[in-house]
């Protein structure tokens, strides 16, 4: 017998991001709202929130994923930015010198976070986010 199970998807709640960035130490605070203000001017309209993951992440309704598609979030010593792998895969030679993992870059704290890469990739996360909803 072949049973057919719906995932059920996480509620996005907005809010959190503030408190979020408020237990972060004084210096790595400036940079996350530095990465928050970049991710808010590429997609000013996305729901803000830390109902998922337990780290600041947007979305927008009605696409996979709960819509999710781009996270950032403090790990010491790293700053980093999580989006969907494709778009990593997309700017690899722009990211040659940093540490990644499949769908996460990581930033040192000691250097300024480039504002037009962090631009382009949360571009690409949300550009994949909606091609795979075609």
Excluded at 107 to 128: E, G, N
Aim: a positive charge; charged letters at 30%; one cysteine or more.
């Amino acid at each position: 017998m072949n049973k057919s199970v719906k995932k059920k998807s996480r509620e996005i709640k907005a809010g959190g991001v503030d408190e979020y960035i408020a237990k972060c130490p004084k210096k790595i605070q400036i940079e996350l709202l530095s990465i928050r203000e970049t991710i808010l001017s590429a997609a000013p309209d996305a729901i803000e929130t830390v109902s998922y993951f337990d780290i600041p992440g947007y979305s927008y309704e009605g696409y996979g994923y709960n819509g999710m598609f781009v996270w950032f979030s403090y790990k010491a010593p790293y700053i980093r930015l999580h989006v969907r792998p494709q778009a990593l895969v997309r700017y690899k030679k722009e990211l040659v010198t940093y540490t990644k993992t499949k769908a996460i870059v990581s930033f040192p704290p000691d250097k300024k976070i480039p504002k037009s890469l962090v631009k382009k990739l949360v571009m690409a996360s949300l550009k994949d986010m909606k091609e795979v909803a075609d």
